[in-house]
């Protein structure tokens, strides 16, 4: 059974924008690539052809999971993957070199102290479309008109 309602309506990432979110994030070996809210898999699915040594798939919408499951499947790159079927605010994200949200506004700002306080310092977080409110992106791109953004989690105080 579903633990709640997904946050957010699903909808899957362009795919011209997936691969310009792993050139920003600059994904190579050895990366460890979770998307929180992972819809269909894509995102991560391209980390791992990008080079990232594995992924992990996050959402709570176990439709999701399975899709994401059948289309790593496909592309051949299952094994390097784990799929969750939980929440994205209480998984533990703390092994991510980068993570990946395309959620919303206030989503990403519930996130934000979990993301600072989970990650090791030196992880990259690339959002599609919304930014982290008052923490300022130290990239932004523009594509299709739409909005990515980088940051690096700084150094613990």
Same mark, same amino acid.
């Given at each position: 059974? $579903?633990?709640?309602?997904?946050?957010?309506?699903? %909808?899957?990432?362009?795919?011209?924008?997936?691969? *310009?979110?792993?050139? #920003?994030?600059?994904?190579?070996?050895?990366?460890?690539?979770?998307?929180?809210? /992972?819809?269909?898999?894509?995102?991560?699915? =391209?980390?791992?052809?990008?080079?990232?040594?594995?992924?992990? /798939?996050?959402?709570? *919408?176990?439709?999701?999971?399975? %899709?994401?499951? =059948?289309?790593? #499947?496909?592309?051949?790159?299952?094994?390097?993957?784990?799929?969750? %079927?939980?929440?994205?605010?209480?998984?533990?994200?703390? &092994?991510?070199?980068?993570?990946?949200?395309?959620?919303?506004?206030?989503?990403?700002?519930?996130?934000?102290? +979990?993301?600072?306080? $989970?990650?090791?310092?030196?992880? +990259?977080?690339?959002?599609?479309?919304? &930014?982290?409110?008052?923490?300022?992106? %130290?990239?932004?791109?523009?594509?299709?008109?739409?909005?990515?953004?980088?940051?690096?989690?700084?150094?613990?105080?």
């Amino acid at each position: 059974a $579903q633990i709640r309602a997904p946050d957010v309506h699903y %909808e899957p990432t362009p795919n011209n924008v997936v691969a *310009d979110m792993m050139d #920003l994030a600059a994904v190579r070996s050895g990366d460890v690539v979770y998307d929180l809210g /992972c819809g269909d898999g894509r995102n991560v699915i =391209a980390a791992i052809k990008a080079g990232a040594a594995r992924g992990v /798939c996050v959402d709570i *919408d176990p439709v999701r999971i399975r %899709e994401s499951r =059948a289309n790593a #499947l496909a592309a051949g790159v299952a094994e390097r993957i784990r799929f969750v %079927e939980g929440d994205l605010f209480t998984t533990d994200i703390g &092994d991510a070199s980068v993570v990946i949200l395309f959620l919303w506004p206030d989503l990403n700002l519930k996130l934000r102290p +979990r993301l600072l306080s $989970q990650l090791k310092p030196g992880t +990259r977080i690339v959002s599609y479309t919304w &930014d982290m409110g008052d923490w300022p992106a %130290e990239k932004t791109i523009e594509v299709g008109g739409y909005r990515v953004f980088l940051w690096t989690v700084p150094a613990k105080r």
